[in-house]
């Protein structure tokens, strides 16, 4: 099986395809994976980072990105076409998947043209403009919610998941001899801004109990040095990091998960059964973060913070609400847990060999 993946950008269409690789290589080890993406993404750094190989394309954001840069994505689409022409005739791939992002478009476009089988993994609830337009010519189509928006055709969509890392399930919980409540903090692959602001702000809400709790942040680059003089200054215990690359152990370490509402971040969070405090970002395309994340409050799977609440110190007020209430924090995991799928990486993989010979 020989599988190019398409797309990337940021880590909410990034670590989807790594998990779906990594369960590819693990379970039909003789396969072989190329992602292909932009210079511009995050899989330019990390994919390098996994062994897998990467070749690029020239390709940018059309919508909401202005009357200049959108000219430019526009001019750009055909020779990201081109250029997908030519790595897909030199891989030789058996199947091309998007997961949404700039790079997603052109090599679907190029794959289509030379009637290689195709498909798209949507993770948000309300699909991207470009898996709306690919997903009337791909032959398959994962979803990773119920009612995704708009609908397609029963015949060609699969309802899986959104994939998640392995990893996230190699670690075991370790045990803290101090028993403190852990809480682990971040907004994303480059962290949010108003997410930091919300807790670094209004932690003197939290002196009280500073000497029952833990912090890991994830802050971005920009906010690491603010926010650990912050949590110093407040004589709160934590660590503050730009980025966190090995997520498993986090979600293991940790009591209660504070975080955008990302498709990622709420697989994640579901697959690995963890109580939740999410703040949708608010200029997501649609609104799709909220949407998401109250599919799992009505399922009383984490709580909901709105970005505008977080000045007046709404999350941290949520976050002392939880710790004074373990009966909840239990009821959330476990119904985050109900909710999860963690096998969706190999559900997309043994859908995509149906047809393939490794399948028989």
Same mark, same amino acid.
């Given at each position: ?219 971005? %680059? !920009?906010? @690491?040095?603010?926010?650990?003089? *912050?949590?110093?200054? &407040?004589? $709160?215990? #934590?660590?503050?990091?730009?980025? /966190? ?8 370490? %940790? !009591?209660? @998960?504070?975080?955008?509402?990302? *498709?990622?971040?709420? &697989?994640? $969070?579901? #697959?690995?059964?963890?109580?939740? /405090? ?83």
């Amino acid at each position: 099986m020989r599988l190019i993946l398409a797309g990337g950008g940021t880590g909410g269409h990034l670590f989807p395809a790594l998990a779906i690789a990594e369960t590819l290589k693990a379970n039909f080890p003789s396969s072989e994976v190329l992602f292909v993406g932009t210079k511009r993404g995050i899989e330019s750094r990390l994919i390098p980072q996994t062994g897998f190989p990467i070749k690029f394309v020239s390709a940018r954001g059309i919508m909401r990105t202005g009357i200049m840069n959108s000219i430019r994505a526009g001019m750009e689409i055909p020779v990201g076409v081109i250029q997908s022409f030519k790595i897909i005739n030199e891989f030789k791939p058996d199947f091309v998947l998007g997961v949404g992002g700039y790079a997603s478009a052109p090599t679907l476009i190029a794959a289509l043209i030379l009637n290689i089988e195709t498909g798209i993994q949507e993770q948000n609830s309300v699909m991207g403009v470009a898996n709306r337009m690919l997903s009337k010519f791909v032959n398959k189509i994962f979803v990773s919610w119920e009612n995704t928006s708009p609908s397609t055709p029963p015949e060609k969509t699969f309802l899986v998941g959104n994939p998640v890392r392995p990893d996230l399930f190699r670690i075991q919980p370790t045990q803290d001899e101090t028993e403190k409540f852990k809480i682990l903090i971040f907004g994303g692959s480059k962290g949010a801004n108003s997410l930091n602001l919300g807790m670094i702000e209004h932690l003197d809400q939290l002196r009280s109990i500073a000497s029952k709790i833990k912090i890991v942040h994830q802050t971005g %680059a !920009d906010f @690491v040095i603010k926010v650990r003089k *912050a949590y110093e200054q &407040a004589g $709160i215990e #934590a660590d503050v990091r730009e980025f /966190i690359t090995d997520m498993g152990t986090y979600y293991a370490w %940790a !009591d209660l @998960v504070v975080c955008r509402a990302g *498709a990622s971040s709420l &697989a994640e $969070i579901t #697959a690995t059964g963890k109580p939740a /405090i999410v703040v949708p970002f608010p200029f997501a395309a649609e609104d799709h973060q909220t949407k998401n994340a109250l599919w799992l409050e009505n399922h009383h799977a984490v709580r909901m913070v709105g970005d505008s609440e977080l000045k007046s110190g709404v999350l941290i007020f949520k976050i002392l609400e939880l710790i004074k209430n373990p009966s909840e924090i239990k009821t959330m995991a476990e119904n985050a847990a109900k909710l999860g799928r963690p096998n969706a990486a190999r559900a997309i993989v043994l859908e995509i060999l149906k047809n393939q010979r490794l399948a028989a």
